[in-house]
């Protein structure tokens, strides 16, 4: 028995799948300016001329028009040439316009052939620019100023020139709309754009910062933005503001800490998250009291990873960071990664109404209803966790399982039923299926690192068991620390990946973006299986079946395969009212109440994309098994 969001049902007979499966397969519903802009681009084909690292870097110090030289801009050209330096360490291939060729005509070009470009799936585009930025007040576009960037005098209340103040003429600078125009015509599939853009503005006056208007809904899809300073503040450069290890007398503020995050992270999410603290903690130390202080703003609605050769000898510590007693990513001795989760706050469920999925281009089913992820609420994670990496594969479940064949004997093997399968005609349950053998995992040597299968929240709960016993005899943990199965609570906020938006998946809103973000059901596998009972994503996602951990790309946290490949056993009772009963801030929150359903988050590889949303919440039997049911393990300290 499982239920559907809209509550518990019992079906004794659920709707039909497809002709190649039985039924029960289908019980789970389931800124001045830096300008950086990242983009994995979009690709059909196979390995293409261009280079997969590619980067622009526009930088200008000496502008054409004097009365551009005030103030004078003292470390972009150095900016851009030390960030090259780091990319060019990457793999990436450079370009830079400096000073009199950073001209508004050659940027544009630059702009406009990253459209004609050979696209490359496996590819990244990265644009900087670095110079003065403004904001126009009138019509709140924002604005990098390239070389030959002119100033016009404002005219006063009356149509004279007796102002005294000077703007920049917008016809002679290079927009961020024409920036991101330009992405979106090259249709790439990642971008980020990072704007330092306030070293300069003749009207400070006004207090408006540039970007200071960008919204989420003004990006293209899969876009990251990070404005190097707020609204109402200014980006600083310093003599002081220096990179161990460069030969450059200064850097911006943000360029510096940008710098210095790009030897440890290599994911955008993870650099923005030191770079934010850092920048304000370094300005505090050379700005005086009357001066603003300056706090990059990030808009991030995608994961992007810059694939940066990361320094796993550098020493160069966070500027702000405090120092850990926790290390934020340990391997166990099944050689099982856990990464460090922090502590915070999220929005638990969903707001959408199936209309609003509709529009989004979400595929639903007859039948499908929402209620027992909503209403949508506060939840607390009180303390810090650790949750794995990937979901637990068959290789290390096969490790518990010889450690004692008899007390670890699973579900699929006591009653005698078996686990569900195929024989390549048909999906059914038969005594021969369980966790090596589906009938599709084998040879069973070539599915050892595929997530295990075909076990129960019983033999979930077991194997956490015999881990912390085995750890804790092999001194790897505390009497204080356990391995369990994570809450729900944990589950929905480590999904999410840190992402303070209430979006659809990790990685956005779009569930065509699953050929490179999730294993679910797509065009291969409707073809192999005919199956036409929920509608599959039109790309191909590359597996019919479960897929190798790790496969596809991370989300913010760094964990992989929280949507799609197999649906993943939770600690807690499923309770399909519990949202309605909470209020204010929910600290913790652990479903023990009585109940036969155990919770089931995340999907399967045979699940369309509106069951792997985030907040999708479903539920089954604890000594069900199917082999599209997994599930991951947490580390958290004994209560």
């Keep these: 028995m499982l239920c559907t969001s809209a509550g518990v049902q019992a079906l004794a007979v659920p709707p039909a799948h497809h002709s190649k499966k039985l039924a029960y397969r289908n019980m789970i519903k389931p800124i001045t300016f830096i300008l950086v802009v990242v983009s994995l681009l979009a690709s059909t084909a196979q390995a293409q001329r261009e280079p997969e690292k590619y980067a622009i870097l526009v930088a200008v110090d000496d502008y054409q028009q004097p009365a551009m030289n005030i103030p004078k801009l003292e470390y972009t050209v150095a900016d851009a040439k030390a960030i090259g330096a780091k990319l060019q360490a990457s793999g990436y291939r450079v370009d830079y316009l400096l000073n009199e060729e950073a001209t508004r005509e050659k940027i544009l070009q630059k702009l406009n052939g990253l459209r004609t470009r050979s696209k490359n799936a496996k590819g990244i585009v990265f644009v900087g620019l670095f110079g003065h930025g403004t904001e126009i007040e009138a019509t709140s576009i924002s604005y990098y100023c390239p070389y030959d960037a002119k100033l016009v005098s404002v005219l006063n209340a009356q149509g004279g020139k007796g102002t005294g103040?000077?703007?920049?003429?917008?016809?002679?600078?290079?927009?961020?709309?024409?920036?991101?125009?330009?992405?979106?015509?090259?249709?790439?599939?990642?971008?980020?754009?990072?704007?330092?853009?306030?070293?300069?503005?003749?009207?400070?006056?006004?207090?408006?910062?540039?970007?200071?208007?960008?919204?989420?809904?003004?990006?293209?899809?899969?876009?990251?933005?990070?404005?190097?300073?707020?609204?109402?503040?200014?980006?600083?450069?310093?003599?002081?503001?220096?990179?161990?290890?460069?030969t450059f007398a200064g850097h911006g503020a943000f360029s510096k800490c940008f710098l210095e995050a790009m030897s440890r992270h290599s994911q955008m999410g993870s650099i923005v998250q030191e770079v934010k603290p850092a920048v304000t903690a370094l300005v505090n130390t050379t700005k005086s009291e009357s001066d603003p202080s300056q706090t990059p703003r990030a808009l991030l609605a995608d994961i992007v990873d810059l694939r940066l050769k990361i320094d796993s000898q550098s020493t160069i510590p966070p500027p702000t960071a405090k120092k850990e007693t926790s290390e934020s990513l340990i391997t166990n001795t099944l050689g099982m990664q856990l990464k460090l989760i922090p502590a915070g706050e999220f929005l638990m469920g969903s707001t959408e109404t199936k209309a609003d999925l509709e529009r989004m281009g979400i595929s639903l089913y007859e039948g499908f209803g929402m209620s027992a992820e909503q209403p949508q609420h506060r939840v607390k994670i009180s303390r810090n966790f650790y949750m794995g990496v990937h979901e637990v594969t068959l290789n290390q479940f096969l490790q518990y399982y010889n450690a004692d064949k008899v007390n670890h004997k699973t579900d699929a093997e006591k009653d005698g039923k078996g686990g569900s399968g195929s024989d390549g005609t048909n999906f059914e349950q038969k005594r021969s299926y369980v966790a090596w053998n589906t009938g599709w995992n084998q040879p069973v040597k070539d599915y050892m690192n595929h997530p295990v299968v075909n076990v129960s929240w019983n033999d979930a709960v077991s194997f956490c068991e015999w881990l912390t016993e085995t750890e804790?005899?092999?001194?790897?943990?505390?009497?204080?620390?356990?391995?369990?199965?994570?809450?729900?609570?944990?589950?929905?906020?480590?999904?999410?990946?840190?992402?303070?938006?209430?979006?659809?998946?990790?990685?956005?809103?779009?569930?065509?973006?699953?050929?490179?973000?999730?294993?679910?059901?797509?065009?291969?596998?409707?073809?192999?299986?005919?199956?036409?009972?929920?509608?599959?994503?039109?790309?191909?996602?590359?597996?019919?079946?479960?897929?190798?951990?790790?496969?596809?790309?991370?989300?913010?946290?760094?964990?992989?395969?929280?949507?799609?490949?197999?649906?993943?056993?939770?600690?807690?009772?499923?309770?399909?009212?519990?949202?309605?009963?909470?209020?204010?801030?929910?600290?913790?929150?652990?479903?023990?109440?009585?109940?036969?359903?155990?919770?089931?988050?995340?999907?399967?590889?045979?699940?369309?994309?509106?069951?792997?949303?985030?907040?999708?919440?479903?539920?089954?039997?604890?000594?069900?098994?199917?082999?599209?049911?997994?599930f991951r393990v947490s580390l958290s300290s004994v209560q």
């Design 472 to 630: 804790r005899a092999a001194g790897r943990i505390t009497r204080q620390q356990e391995y369990r199965l994570p809450s729900e609570a944990q589950w929905e906020y480590a999904c999410r990946g840190g992402s303070r938006l209430s979006k659809l998946f990790s990685f956005g809103n779009n569930g065509e973006d699953f050929v490179r973000n999730g294993n679910v059901r797509d065009a291969a596998y409707a073809k192999e299986l005919g199956d036409e009972y929920m509608e599959p994503i039109s790309g191909n996602d590359g597996y019919v079946f479960s897929s190798p951990v790790g496969t596809f790309q991370a989300n913010g946290f760094g964990l992989y395969d929280m949507h799609g490949n197999v649906w993943e056993w939770c600690e807690d009772v499923y309770d399909a009212k519990i949202y309605g009963q909470r209020s204010s801030v929910t600290t913790d929150p652990v479903v023990f109440s009585e109940g036969s359903l155990r919770v089931l988050r995340g999907g399967g590889w045979s699940d369309a994309p509106v069951f792997c949303r985030s907040a999708y919440r479903n539920g089954d039997a604890p000594d069900n098994r199917s082999d599209f049911l997994g």
């Design 165 to 246: 103040k000077q703007e920049n003429d917008p016809d002679t600078m290079v927009s961020i709309d024409a920036v991101l125009a330009a992405f979106t015509d090259a249709l790439a599939s990642d971008r980020v754009l990072i704007a330092d853009c306030c070293r300069f503005d003749r009207n400070a006056v006004r207090g408006r910062a540039v970007g200071s208007n960008l919204k989420l809904s003004d990006l293209p899809a899969n876009t990251n933005v990070v404005l190097s300073c707020s609204s109402q503040q200014k980006a600083y450069e310093h003599s002081s503001y220096q990179v161990a290890g460069d």
